[in-house]
């Protein structure tokens, strides 16, 4: 599809031959005189053309421009697109946007035509996917799904293990953030999805599904990144339990009667509970206006009262509360002029001027204002040129512009225009009276906290952010302003953004990091026609970058050097450098401080920011140790600043190769034998090595089972290796990216560590076997035999229940028992003398001294043995039956157990 635009403005010189309303747009022979919206896809051209008449003028100009919002006055927030009549657009991602055209002649009259606005629309989506490892009780673990290459913005949908996160009880904890970011501590944006105090049951597969909007793609569904996420085998000791609100969202902006939802995230440990509240500071209940959830609020039937509130979200812990305010907003309505006012025409100088276009909107708008009296005005305190110019006001307010005393140099097209998301409209009025000025310039760059602003000079530390500023004015507004900088700043120069406004063109240089480079004088230049005649202002601008001194240690590691801290170790018959930095500008100076005349000392000047004090120890030195501080100062604005480093010491060790070299298996299963690594766990290897100087180390690892069996080095995709260094010692310790099993196929496996400095290297061979086994998988067969062991010993329970439920009721024949007679008949008769009646016996426990001890427990719903004693007031069966309800018995094996019966 190629589409030709047509924007079409006729403005005149001293009267305008047409009402400059009449800017339209064409598009496929349809007219329209309000902003219109193209929907284009990716890739597809569109041409759009600005043409205009203007009677009597030899020159028009004519600017494209491009910006994120449909009018805006503001240079630096929109780009010039083209200075062409005829200006061909390529779609691509760049280049949607707003594209307006202004029309402006060689006597200053300018219009900006209505908006284009061109979505480009595109949907490429490819699925990006990762693994991620989490700690149990990690506070906040973030997933992205921030970055998405799809026009309009798409649905975003987060799914765990194919199902929605908002379907799945997780205590609250996964939450898919909407709305705003309030928090910056996480690096969190819109549409991440954010894990808090993780736990082992979140881990699974997460998905950021996107849905297509627009016309060209809807309904299109991809996947735009997905996570494989693994429980950490380290543990997170969470001590921090404070709240903290992570992102509101107000739901966007709803029409009345709609319901809407609030929603804020927050993290914290224990997990925070979250309590609601109106604008009042009253806590909300779930009630017929409102449905209070857990990290949302609900508002049921919006009412045009509820515009503009404000609730609270808090989030609270045993000891912190994160309050933070979701503002309702009702949808904006369409800005509207109530007022009809025709082109009118003012050039008696004096007079005072109002435009007012009678603005009838609800909601937030913008407003911009455009026109030859707005933007090229200039303002002067001389009182002869303040009664020659006249004097310009301003008041926005409903859309109101009042110009008192206006002169010939307010002349111009005005042009209204007012807009906010739910639409926008222009008006314009045409005002004109003649009179000029030729261009000024001053620098006007404000002092802050990092730079010093002394007329014209500018004092600035080194590192800082700042704006150099200059602005231009004139009558006409001056139609251009530059800045010249010096020639090792010139990568800067593209940074200037122009700006015009109220009569001015100000000129604002980004300058981002101050190094001494940028020190110099720069240029600032604007100028107007008048006449035909170029009027041309300019001013110098100093700028001086300035730093207090800092000293810092400067010894490096070489092969025979090791720097820990302020320690400075050499190896005995090799010579040692040491020396420490002054940094500052202007340059520092240094001085030294000694112990020992050992050494050379020599001062090097490393640029016009940096001095070195160094001391040179030659390789027969006598000088065992040695110690020395380093102090610098300079002086800015008169103001001396000094700093010293710490004292650093020096020493030298006796050179050893490296020796003692051993590798060690940090696995689950390296307790059982230190050869194992379980197929389903990270292969954990740490080398070690005794030497000076400190070892390098190189890994290699070979197939026991392969043919070649010949040694090969680690690929950093497969393995990752990390060394610490400390004095005489040198570790190492290789993982797998993934588990043993992923990367390596066969079964027995020789792992080698070369360790190695200048005097000489050893290597070390570990075999390791990748076995199925798992940690957790040694010990099954202790759990199966315990719970038999248990089953067992819930059967003989039951048998026990039995028998004190037989001598309970009182059965105490063998021929009341039945088939148990046999096991318990000495229990029920026992033998009593002829000549008296049998005694009344009771019963008490035998002592559980023998009864031991580890295999398993045994829940007691009986009585161990009883024995028969004489009848006793503090004992009696009931007592007794409740003690045992409530014992637990341990022994080795069953024949223990059943022995006490």
Not at 340 to 358: C, K
Not at 365 to 392: E, H, P, V, Y
Not at 653 to 658: L, N
Request: net charge negative; with cysteine; proline share 3%.
């Amino acid at each position: 599809m190629y589409l030709i635009i047509v924007l079409l403005s006729y403005i005149t010189t001293e009267v305008l031959s047409s009402d400059p309303s009449e800017v339209f747009i064409t598009v496929d022979e349809k007219y329209f005189k309000t902003n219109s919206v193209i929907n284009i896809k990716s890739g597809q051209t569109l041409s759009i053309e600005c043409a205009s008449s203007v009677i009597g003028s030899d020159s028009v100009n004519y600017k494209w421009y491009l910006s994120k919002r449909p009018y805006t006055q503001q240079v630096n927030q929109r780009e010039e697109a083209s200075s062409s009549k005829v200006f061909t657009v390529t779609a691509n991602s760049t280049h949607t946007g707003y594209y307006m055209c202004l029309i402006r002649s060689e006597e200053g009259y300018a219009v900006f035509t209505p908006v284009l606005h061109v979505v480009v629309e595109y949907f490429d989506i490819e699925t990006v996917s990762a693994k991620t490892t989490i700690e149990p009780n990690e506070k906040v673990a973030v997933l992205k799904c921030s970055q998405i290459n799809a026009n309009p913005a798409p649905i975003v949908t987060w799914k765990k293990d194919g199902v929605d996160v908002r379907n799945i009880n997780l205590d609250s904890n996964v939450m898919h953030v909407t709305g705003k970011v309030v928090d910056k501590q996480y690096n969190i944006e819109e549409n991440d999805l954010v894990i808090l105090n993780y736990q082992d049951n979140y881990a699974g597969t997460y998905s950021c599904d996107v849905e297509a909007t627009g016309s060209f793609f809807k309904g299109r569904t991809a996947t735009a990144k997905s996570y494989s996420v693994k429980t950490a085998a380290s543990f997170s000791l969470m001590n921090d339990n404070s709240s903290q609100i992570l992102f509101i969202d107000n739901g966007g902006k709803p029409k009345v009667g709609d319901a809407i939802t609030l929603r804020c995230g927050a993290c914290g440990y224990p997990t925070p509970s979250y309590e609601w509240y109106d604008t009042a500071d009253k806590k909300l209940q779930t009630s017929d206006v409102y449905e209070v959830l857990e990290t949302s609020m609900i508002v049921k039937s919006i009412k045009a009262t509820d515009d503009d509130t404000e609730y609270k979200c808090a989030a609270l812990t045993a000891t912190s509360k994160s309050v933070e305010s979701i503002r309702l907003t009702l949808s904006d309505t369409v800005p509207k002029f109530n007022k009809t006012i025709e082109n009118s025409q003012y050039n008696i100088p004096g007079a005072t001027v109002i435009l007012d276009f009678g603005l009838e909107v609800k909601g937030d708008i913008d407003i911009m204002w455009n026109g030859q009296g707005l933007d090229k005005f200039i303002l002067n305190d001389d009182s002869t040129a303040m009664a020659n110019r006249g004097n310009l006001n301003l008041d926005n307010d409903n859309n109101v512009l009042t110009i008192s005393n206006i002169q010939k140099n307010a002349s111009g097209v005005f042009q209204c225009i007012v807009y906010n998301e739910a639409g926008m409209v222009s008006a314009y009025k045409t005002v004109i009276i003649r009179e000029s000025q030729p261009a000024q310039v001053a620098h006007t760059t404000a002092s802050t906290t990092d730079i010093t602003v002394k007329g014209n000079d500018i004092h600035s530390v080194r590192g800082a952010n700042f704006t150099m500023q200059c602005t231009g004015s004139g009558n006409p507004t001056p139609s251009d302003i530059s800045i010249d900088v010096p020639d090792s700043t010139s990568a800067i120069a593209s940074s200037l953004v122009k700006v015009n406004k109220e009569g001015k063109y100000i000129g604002n240089l980004l300058i981002d990091k101050v190094t001494e480079q940028y020190a110099g004088v720069y240029k600032c230049c604007t100028h107007n026609f008048i006449k035909g005649l170029k009027e041309t202002a300019c001013v110098n601008i100093s700028l001086a970058v300035e730093e207090k001194v800092s000293v810092t240690q400067h010894s490096e590691d070489t092969d025979y050097t090791l720097v820990i801290g302020t320690q400075v170790y050499g190896t005995t018959g090799y010579p040692l450098s040491a020396s420490c930095k002054a940094t500052g500008l202007p340059r520092p100076t240094i001085s030294i401080k000694r112990n020992n005349d050992c050494g050379t000392v020599s001062t090097i000047t490393k640029s016009n920011d940096i001095e070195i004090i160094q001391v040179d120890y030659a390789n027969d030195t006598v000088c065992n140790t040695d110690s020395f501080q380093c102090c610098g100062n300079n002086t800015i604005q008169g103001t001396l600043y000094s700093d010293c480093y710490d004292w650093i010491t020096i020493s030298f060790v006796d050179q050893e190769k490296p020796n003692d070299v051993k590798i060690e298996n940090s696995g689950n299963l390296a307790s059982d034998d230190s050869s194992l690594v379980s197929l389903m766990e990270t292969l954990e290897l740490n080398c070690s090595a005794k030497s000076f100087p400190e070892s390098e180390f190189t890994w290699e690892y070979r197939n026991s089972e392969s043919a070649s069996n010949t040694f090969q080095k680690l690929d950093s995709i497969s393995f990752q290796t990390s060394v610490t260094k400390s004095k005489g010692f040198t570790y190492s310790m290789l993982n797998t990216i993934g588990t043993a099993g992923d990367l390596l196929k066969g079964t027995n496996y020789e792992f080698q560590c070369t360790a190695k400095n200048v005097f000489g290297q050893t290597s070390v061979i570990k075999s390791i076997q990748i076995t199925s086994s798992a940690a957790n998988q040694v010990s099954a067969s202790v759990y199966l035999g315990v719970g038999i062991v248990l089953f067992i010993a819930a059967l003989v329970a039951v048998f026990i229940m039995y028998i004190f439920f037989i001598i309970s009721s009182g059965k105490k024949k063998r021929s009341d028992l039945g088939i148990m007679s046999c096991l318990v008949c000495k229990c029920c008769e026992p033998k009593q003398p002829v000549d008296r009646p049998a005694p009344h016996y009771d019963y008490k426990l035998l002592s559980l001294e023998k009864m031991a001890t580890n295999s398993f427990h045994v829940p007691l719903y009986s009585h161990p043995r009883l024995v028969p004693v004489e009848p006793s007031e503090s004992l009696s069966r009931a007592p007794v039956y409740r003690e045992l309800e409530q014992m637990t018995i341990q022994t080795n094996s069953m024949n223990k157990y059943e022995q006490l019966f």
